[in-house]
């Protein structure tokens, strides 16, 4: 028995995704092309895609915001695991990556499902607070900027209805945020939502070895 978690290396990955990972066509072809593409990096892996899609079903979310679409991998998981009168909010602001992304929503037939908000997220979020949504979202992802990350946790905290899950990503940052010697300015900005979220006391919370680290955030007090 393991008393801490076990070290993958590429044969344990494989199998990982070979018994485990269940990826449609369409999200093999988007990731595949994807990582063609300046800035693949940004791209989720796909056991973590499944898993977001599990933990959609498992909370029976209907109202989801996605901070950062990039091609739209992760807002295919999400949309496609939410019922047929679910919505998912996607925020982000570049028209090149979001174009590849409107292009497989509409090949998987989740344009209905999804609203894209081409603008900083923090304007998309406030304007949502602003029209009275707090506490009316089941689940939000954070993937974009890292410099932001406490702006778009504080209002996805009231945005999020209790109960409710925030998934972080890139919370590990390749392993950069336990070496004392790094203090690049994304490796600086993780550690301080890191260590915020640590102390925060309307939360429950657990840091994940999926991907570049997925940090699960439950909400329990306003």
């Known amino acids: 028995m393991s008393n801490r978690t076990l070290s993958i290396d590429d044969r344990i990955y494989n199998y990982i995704c070979d018994v485990s990972v269940h990826e449609s066509e369409l999200l093999l072809q988007l990731r595949e092309g994807t990582a063609l593409l300046?800035?693949?990096v940004m791209q989720i892996s796909p056991e973590?895609?499944?898993f977001m899609s599990l933990l959609i079903k498992m909370i029976n979310a209907e109202r989801a915001i996605e901070i950062g679409t990039f091609t739209g991998y992760s807002s295919i998981c999400i949309a496609s695991a939410m019922p047929?009168?679910?919505h998912l909010i996607c925020c982000d602001i570049s028209p090149q990556w979001t174009a590849i992304a409107e292009k497989y929503w509409a090949m998987?037939?989740?344009e209905s499902k999804?609203?894209?908000?081409?603008?900083p997220a923090d304007e998309t979020l406030q304007k949502l607070l602003d029209d009275g949504q707090q506490n009316r979202f089941d689940f939000i992802f954070i993937d974009a900027d890292k410099q932001n990350y406490i702006v778009y946790y504080e209002k996805a905290l009231a945005l999020l209805r209790k109960g409710g899950i925030i998934a972080v990503d890139n919370t590990l940052w390749s392993g950069a945020v336990a070496d004392p010697a790094n203090s690049e300015p994304g490796t600086r900005a993780i550690r301080r939502f890191n260590e915020k979220i640590?102390?925060?006391k309307r939360i429950s919370y657990s840091l994940l070895t999926i991907g570049d680290g997925l940090t699960l955030i439950l909400k329990e007090n306003d």
């Open 108 to 110: 998987a037939k989740l």
């Open 84 to 86: 047929d009168n679910g």
């Open 38 to 40: 300046e800035y693949s």
């Open 48 to 50: 973590q895609g499944q």
């Open 114 to 119: 999804i609203s894209l908000y081409s603008q």
């Open 198 to 200: 640590r102390q925060d």
